[in-house]
């Protein structure tokens, strides 16, 4: 059975940083691209950020793009979310999700490729 257990979310005040991970686990993670999505409330779960199987390569969304870094220790093996000049808009429940597709060679945004979501972590951010 596919685990997967997201931490590090809290409360952060506007401008400020927040490393989140998530920790796979139950399957042969290295083969698998990972995904960020989030979902504030009343509002669809939306994509984040995408990170291929190797970590070679990495998509993000327009709204967080320059802010976010996503990155992957395969060894570890964790996926995490560096989280930098925090918005308030950015405040939401954060999914990591594994790829149904391995060595997928381009980054999906659809979460509908996504089988395997973690339990989501709060973010809030206070203005």
């Known amino acids: 059975q596919v685990q997967l257990v997201e931490s590090g979310g809290g409360l952060v005040q506007a401008g400020g940083s927040l490393r989140i991970s998530c920790a796979p686990a139950g399957r042969q993670f290295s083969n698998y691209a990972m995904g960020w999505f989030r979902q504030a409330p009343g509002k669809e779960r939306e994509f984040v950020a995408a990170?291929?199987?190797?970590?070679?390569?990495?998509y993000y969304a327009d709204s967080v793009k320059g802010r976010f870094t996503v990155s992957r220790d395969r060894d570890a093996p964790t996926v995490y979310l560096q989280m930098n000049t925090l918005k308030p808009e950015d405040a939401a429940v954060y999914y990591c999700?594994?790829?149904?597709?391995?060595?997928?060679?381009?980054?999906?945004?659809?979460?509908?490729?996504?089988?395997?979501w973690g339990q989501g972590t709060q973010v809030t951010v206070s203005s």
């Open positions: 990170i291929n199987w190797s970590g070679g390569s990495t």
């Open positions: 999700a594994d790829d149904l597709t391995p060595w997928r060679v381009i980054l999906s945004t659809d979460l509908r490729d996504y089988g395997y």
